[in-house]
């Protein structure tokens, strides 16, 4: 049986396809992603309290390399094969360079409960990812259509949401530890499973949103978004036996690489590139990528991975 919080995705994406009336509020779902990616950042501030060394770094720029190297990538698949405007395939090459905080807390939880080991700095590989495809996929936008300035483009990448509540909470967490945390920790600590559960629920209810009906007339754009996370999770679990990771972190990092950004991303590209179609990146990164992966290609990259560590 699959994780119990898979089995809340398939609740609403069930009943978003039946036209169901469920759904959760607006300003809950805000609630829960800011309670996500605050507490995926204080379990990575945790991780590395008393732990923090800077040979960490021969890992985590690589790492953050991969951020650059992946919209990368993508770019031009969008734009030749897909055959994409040039605004559109910026703006879906970034989401697939950034990396998906749902995808992570899945795998994470998915790792945990298999016992796999993880390296202390693990839980910093979605902080490392999520800014540099931002960045460089506006800073290509902006050079090729001769706008803007690179200073204006970093300041919204660090400014944004995502950045500011994963950062912070590592920061927070390998600040205080678990006993400053203490007060905290049956709430937010604890309750992640919950949070997660409730947060996948309304992610399955916007991914039937998005797909219903399926605008056949971007099927390179769906055959992409379907076909690309497994070669990208190839990317991952490359990179992992070069730096020797652990298997635990060697299946976090190739989920990540597999994922699509559809919180982080959307925002930052929305206000940057005006022009680009949202609902195309949507459609890709939350309507096929993301589950994709959730109900299909964590089993599969968990065997890939285990293939290299057994």
Sequence with gaps: MPDIVIAFFALGLFAGLLKSDLKVPQPVYQTLSILLMLILGL???LALHGKFDVAMLSTLIPIAALGVLLPLLCYPILRKLVGLPMDDAVSIAAH?????????AVVLTLVEKAGMPLTPETTLYLVVLELPA???MLYLHRKLSGQGNKGGILREALTSRGVLLLGGGVLIGY?????????????????????????LLEMGICTAKVCSPLPLQYWRLMVFAALMPFALAWVGIATALALSL???????????????????????IQAAIPNANIGLAMLAALGITFPVNVLMGLPLYQQWVQIFYS
Aim: charged content about 5%.
């Design 246 to 268: 652990p298997v635990g972190s060697a299946l976090v990092l190739a989920s990540l690489t597999a994922s699509a950004s559809y919180i982080a991303a959307p925002a930052a």
């Design 175 to 199: 600040l205080y530890g678990p006993i400053g945390l203490g007060p905290l920790a049956p709430v937010l600590l604890n309750g992640f499973k919950t949070i997660l559960a409730l947060f």
């Design 96 to 104: 697939y360079g950034s990396v998906s905080a749902g995808t992570f």
């Design 134 to 136: 931002i960045v460089i």
């Design 43 to 45: 379990k990575g501030g």
